[in-house]
C-alpha cells in the first residue's frame, strides 16, 4: 500500500474482502488508517458482508474515527438478510464536510429518502432477526468447512480458500487450467463466449460439464484470476455436496480425456 498510495485520492476497501473473504485485524485497519491519514486519502469501505463474519469484527469506521482519519463507511441489511431487493443501505461519515457534501449530491440525485416501509423492514430486521443470523453464520461456517474438507478429500486438483465470512469462496483451479484449454479446444462450441458473455473459459467449463454456475475469476482481477471462480455456498448442503460430485466428475473426465504426456498426474 505504501509503494502505490502516493498516487491516490481514495482508498476503495472490502471488509470483509469479496471474493477471498478475509476479515482483516484491527491491527492490519489500524495499519491502513494511519497511512491513509498521513496522506490526506479518504477510505471507502465496503462493509456489506460485515454481519455475516465468523470471526470477530472491527469496522473502518471505528478505527479511522479513534484516529481521526477520512472514511465513509457503506453497510447495508442486504446480504445480512437477504433484502437486496428493498434497496436499503447505511453509509457512516468521519468527516462532517463530507457528510454534507454527500447529502447534497443526494437531494440533487431524489435519493434522499426510501420508502417508509423499506426503514420499517431494515429496523426490524436488525432488532428482531439476531437469532436467525446466528444460526445462518454458523450455518455458513460449517458449509465452509465442509467443502474445505471435500476438496481435501476428494478435489485435491482444486484449492479452495476457505473464507472466514459471508456465502462465497474462491476456487483456484490453476493446475487444471492446461486440461481445460485442451477440452475447449477441441469443444469450442461449448466454450463459445456469446453463451456467457461474462464468463471465462474456467466458468463455461463448470457451467458445461458440470452443470454449475459460478463467477468467472476475471469479474475480479482481469485475466490474472481467470483460473479462479468464485463458488456461491449459500444453500443447503445437500445441494453444495452434489455440486462438488458434479465438479469431480468433471474433473475427472478431463483427466481421463486428455492425459498428460508421460502419463504424469494433471497437478
Known amino acids: 500500500l505504501d ?84 434497496h436499503y443501505s447505511v453509509t457512516l461519515f468521519t468527516d462532517s464536510f463530507m457528510k ?65 465470512a459471508s456465502f462465497i469462496g474462491l476456487i483456484d483451479a490453476g493446475r487444471m487450467m492446461k486440461l481445460i484449454e485442451a477440452d475447449a479446444k477441441a469443444n469450442p462450441d461449448l466454450y463459445d463466449p456469446a453463451t456467457s458473455p461474462d464468463g471465462s473459459m474456467l466458468s463455461r467449463f463448470l457451467g458445461q460439464r458440470a452443470r454449475v454456475a459460478c463467477n468467472a475469476g476475471t469479474w475480479f482481477g482481469g485475466q490474472a484470476y481467470a483460473s479462479f471462480i468464485r463458488f456461491n455456498f449459500a444453500t443447503q448442503r445437500a445441494r453444495i455436496e452434489a455440486a462438488l460430485d458434479r465438479i469431480k466428475t468433471a474433473i475427472r473426465f478431463l483427466k481421463e480425456t486428455y492425459p498428460p504426456p508421460g502419463g504424469q498426474d494433471a497437478r
Open 3 to 86: 509503494t502505490v498510495i502516493d498516487r491516490a485520492k481514495l482508498l476503495i476497501f472490502c471488509s470483509p474482502h469479496n471474493p477471498t473473504g478475509i476479515v482483516f485485524s484491527e491491527e492490519e485497519l489500524i495499519r491502513v488508517a494511519e497511512i491513509c491519514k498521513a496522506r490526506d486519502v479518504v477510505i471507502i469501505s465496503d462493509e456489506i458482508h460485515a454481519d455475516l463474519s465468523f470471526k470477530s469484527f472491527v469496522s473502518v469506521h471505528t478505527v479511522a474515527k479513534e484516529l481521526e482519519a477520512k472514511a465513509i463507511t457503506c453497510m447495508a441489511p442486504s446480504k445480512t438478510f437477504n433484502i437486496a431487493g428493498e
Open 100 to 164: 454534507q457534501a454527500f447529502e447534497k449530491r443526494l437531494h440533487q440525485l431524489w435519493m434522499f429518502r426510501p420508502a417508509s416501509y423499506v426503514t420499517a423492514l431494515a429496523r426490524v430486521s436488525y432488532e428482531k432477526g439476531l437469532p436467525w443470523l446466528e444460526e445462518l453464520v454458523t450455518y455458513l461456517k460449517d458449509n465452509a468447512v465442509f467443502i474445505s474438507d471435500y476438496f481435501a478429500r476428494h478435489l485435491p486438483e482444486l484449492i479452495f480458500l476457505e473464507p472466514e
